[in-house]
């Protein structure tokens, strides 16, 4: 089943078993110009390189619930004009698949995002980043602010806010209600993982006639498994204060885009973001979930297109 | 950059001409055709007008045969056409879902007709089946700056049976919020044009509560009739003489048989060419040409003694014309081509192709013209048996309109 959010009359919604080819990726718009394995620590990071112009420009990955595809709408768009890096973050696409939780902590993606810059040749890019990506990206802007141009934060998944009411389930209880987020547990992954990914994309987007982009989604979690993504609930991520601290250190201009119907992070992480980072620009969107940049493409596309006009590059 | 001097160019609107960008569906071969007809058209009502074509393969080749201007953004248009090939099966294509798998090509060239109309000074557009266009710009209101002419030969997704449940569901929602943007944002349509007539409509609702398509269309679409994109009537009026030209003799029963420009129609083509030993039985001075196309290979199809393969036959709509019967795919171009010619055919749809198997087949059981074939149901002996039959059927189905053009460019004139 694929779930619609609890406010939104759902009628009844067969599974999407069986209206794409198996697993035959579809067309995309453009292919990378190059291919590439960045190596850190003994782990294998897979990108992507298209097109050319300035300033670069780096797609970072979210969560390990998808990969590299989930920016299909922008990279075709922006290759156009400038050199494009995507990348897959350890767990899922061409990357390789550790269970172990250190290989998944923020600071270690931080540091898999500097391998992949300089994999590719890249010596200081925008980054654009979605959900989970946002503390990686902001521990680098802090830290290596030579390497970073800009900043553009879509979703952010920060420990700052409110997190989504429900959400808060043991991971490793057998639980008697597989209701919502109860899915989002270990057992309950070993026995339906994707009935799980059908959950989380269905919250994910959350806006009406979604359909293509939750499907999109539930086929980048299905090349990950239910062990390497238990991994990921035991990563060390950044406390609230830390993260406070590493904020005023950002230098570069920044761009938060955040929906205020976000059910995964909750709307009000992008606007606490928005506060710890004063020179940050806000773009609140009014009915909007946590994946803009698949949902409504040519508005975050604009955005950004904007953004990066206004750093000095070309629009 | 700073000291570095720069000049722009501001023309006073009155001083401007008139301007208009036109999109024309890649996918099949119709669309080019027609929006040349009526370009051409729009062009009488306004001599001044300008029109630049984003465009891509295989609509680059009829604009440059006739000369059009293709805007240079073209070129960084990802190609919808070589997606549809590439989402097609033996004789079997869902059309729905290779549409529906599109997106991101979709989304690509929305971006690059943004930019050309960005830059451009259009006063208007015109998408023919321009499905990024006419989604992005609803679901994006707000940067439209343009009036904006639509324009399709169906409405309404429609599921086929092999897709289920899920299918039925998707086709509905695709509707529901085709629906949703139209009645949301009538602005961003400043006129729907319906090529076809409203009885061209398929009796069919959008979905559960949805409403019936025809109703719906009515309200929101003008009608220009069909579009053939040529004037069959010459065609018809010197038919013994195209057939001396073309080499057909007198005691000849020609049969055409072709599958289009992609491989999808090899399946096809080797079942009606087998079935020409038991047509020629049936039917004296059986001649049977069979056009393989550009992607494959004639010498692979193992045809039998009497027929005749070719590659590619130039003017082919002239040998559609002259024949005696045609053999083709469902697609609505080819078909309305033979019944606008006056000429008897059987047509195959593609499986799943809603749109060839649903839309399509009821236009043409509307005019009387052709014969619907079940791929899955015609080994070759149905097919020899079928050409024995429809051969020889005197035409007496509706005739196809000749002043579509003229009807579709007088709807879209007032906007410039």
């Not at chain 1, 075709?76 to 698949?97: E, K, L, M, Q, Y």
């Not at chain 2, 904006?148 to 449940?165: K, Q, R």
């Not at chain 2, 040998?319 to 047509?347: I, K, S, W």
């Amino acid at each position: 089943m694929v779930h619609a959010p609890a406010d939104r009359p759902a009628p009844a919604t067969p599974a999407p078993a069986t209206d794409a080819p198996a697993g035959r990726e579809q067309t995309r718009a453009r292919y990378p110009d190059l291919e590439g394995v960045a190596e850190r620590d003994g782990g294998r990071i897979g990108f992507e390189v298209y097109g050319a112009g300035d300033p670069p420009i780096m797609f970072v990955p979210p969560w390990i619930i998808v990969h590299s595809r989930i920016w299909k709408a922008q990279i075709p768009d922006f290759a156009r004009r400038h050199r494009v890096i995507a990348w897959d973050a350890r767990g899922n696409g061409r990357s390789d698949r550790p269970t172990d939780p250190a290989a998944h902590g923020d600071e270690a993606i931080a540091k898999d995002l500097l391998a992949v810059l300089d994999a590719s040749g890249t010596k200081a890019a925008v980054l654009v980043g979605l959900s989970s990506a946002v503390v990686p990206q902001i521990i680098v802007a802090s830290e290596h602010p030579d390497r970073v141009l800009g900043l553009v934060l879509i979703a952010p998944s920060v420990p700052l806010g409110e997190r989504v009411a429900g959400r808060d389930v043991p991971f490793e209880d057998v639980l008697e209600t597989e209701h919502r987020w109860a899915k989002q547990n270990r057992h309950f992954w070993r026995r339906d993982f994707r009935a799980y990914l059908e959950f989380f994309f269905g919250e994910m987007f959350n806006e009406p006639h979604s359909t293509k982009q939750i499907e999109d989604a539930v086929g980048y979690g299905t090349t990950t498994d239910a062990e390497t993504l238990g991994a990921t609930m035991y990563a060390s991520s950044v406390e609230r204060d830390a993260f406070l601290g590493l904020c005023t250190a950002v230098r570069c201009p920044v761009l938060i885009i955040q929906g205020d119907r976000d059910a995964i992070s909750g709307p009000s992480r992008g606007i606490e973001l928005a506060r710890a980072i004063p020179h940050a620009q806000l773009e609140v969107l009014e009915g909007g979930g946590h994946g803009p940049s698949g949902r409504d493409p040519v508005r975050v596309n604009l955005l950004i297109r904007a953004f990066i006009r206004d750093l000095g590059g070309p629009s | 950059m700073p000291g570095q001097s720069t000049t722009r160019t501001w023309t006073r609107a009155l001083s401007r001409r008139r301007r208009a960008l036109y999109i024309s569906s890649p996918i099949g071969l119709g669309h080019a055709q027609r929006d040349v007809a009526i370009a051409g058209e729009l062009r009488k009502l306004h001599p001044d007008l300008e029109i630049d074509w984003l465009a891509q393969h295989p609509v680059t080749a009829v604009l440059a045969e006739h000369r059009e201007r293709i805007h240079p953004l073209s070129a960084e248009l990802a190609s919808e056409s070589a997606h549809i090939t590439s989402e097609s099966g033996d004789h079997d294509l869902n059309a729905f879902q290779a549409i529906r798998r599109m997106d991101e090509i979709l989304i690509n060239n929305f971006m690059v007709f943004y930019d050309a109309v960005e830059s451009g000074g259009y006063d208007l557009v015109i998408g023919d089946e321009a499905w990024d266009v006419d989604y992005y710009l609803h679901e994006n209101p707000e940067i439209k700056r343009t009036a904006f002419a639509w324009m399709t030969d169906f409405v309404g997704w429609l599921p086929m049976a092999s897709g289920g449940e899920r299918e039925a569901y998707l086709t509905a929602d695709y509707n529901a919020e085709m629906i949703e943007q139209v009645e949301r944002f009538p602005r961003i349509r400043d006129k729907a044009i319906f090529v076809g007539e409203p009885e061209d409509i398929v009796p069919d609702d959008f979905g559960p509560g949805l409403g019936p398509i025809r109703d719906w269309t009515e309200r929101h679409f003008d009608f220009s009739g069909y579009v053939t994109g040529f004037d069959p009537t010459p065609l018809i009026e010197r038919r013994e003489e195209l057939r001396q030209e073309l080499g057909y003799e007198p005691d000849q029963r020609v049969v055409i048989v072709t599958v289009g420009g992609s491989g999808v129609g090899e399946s096809l083509l080797r079942r009606v060419i087998a079935s020409y030993p038991e047509a020629s039985r049936r039917v004296n001075g059986l001649r049977m040409i069979a056009v393989a196309g550009p992607r494959i290979d004639p010498a692979s199809l193992d045809s039998p003694a009497g027929v005749e393969m070719r590659a590619f036959v130039p003017d082919l709509y002239r040998h559609l014309a002259a024949c005696d019967l045609a053999v083709v795919q469902g697609g609505l171009t080819t078909t309305m081509e033979l019944a606008a010619a006056r000429r008897p055919f059987l047509y195959f749809p593609l499986r799943d192709h809603f749109e060839q198997n649903r839309h399509v087949r009821h236009r043409l059981e509307r005019y009387g013209a052709g014969r619907y074939m079940e791929y899955a149901a015609s080994p070759p002996e149905v097919i020899a048996a079928a050409i024995a039959e429809e051969i020889d059927r005197p035409i007496d189905h509706r005739p196809v309109e000749t002043d579509g053009a003229a009807r579709a460019a007088a709807l879209i004139a007032p906007l410039i």
